[in-house]
Nanobody, 123 residues
Framework: QVQLVESGGGLVQAGGSLRLSCAAS????????IGWFRRPPGKEREFVAAIDWSIGRTYYANSVKGRFTLSRDNAKNGVYLQMNSLKPEDTAVYYC????????????????WGQGTQVTVSS
């Protein structure tokens, strides 16, 4: 069993930055893919980014590529999403998730989810 807790959301102006954190307990991330998804207001959940912990490879949605960066802290069993040059369309509830499938951009491939953290970008 893995418990995930996100933090770091908030209100920021367009062009600003936020850093989201995902902390895990119950099991280490070593054999998992850790993904970030978001649910914009009135829209479906969408893939943002993911990291394959075992090989350190990262994947990004086209909409955030070049603006968002994933990193990890092995000692703290944490994953961080640095979000720069934020846009109003980045407004959403952001979730981290853990799974063992290679389908990193498919929410159905993830077994564990955090409670989400709200990110609001004002224009």
């Amino acid at each position: 069993q893995v418990q995930l807790v996100e933090s770091g959301g908030g209100l920021v102006q367009a062009g600003g930055s936020l850093r989201l954190s995902c902390a895990a307990s119950g099991r280490t991330f070593s054999s998992y893919v850790i993904g970030w998804f978001r649910r914009p207001p009135g829209k479906e959940r969408e893939f943002v980014a993911a990291i394959d912990w075992s090989i350190g490879r990262t994947y990004y949605a086209n909409s955030v590529k070049g603006r968002f960066t994933l990193s990890r802290d092995n000692a703290k069993n944490g994953v961080y999403l640095q979000m720069n040059s934020l846009k109003p369309e980045d407004t959403a509830v952001y979730y981290c998730a853990a799974g063992t499938s290679g389908y990193y951009n498919n929410y159905a491939a993830y077994d564990y989810w955090g409670q989400g953290t709200q990110v609001t970008v004002s224009s």
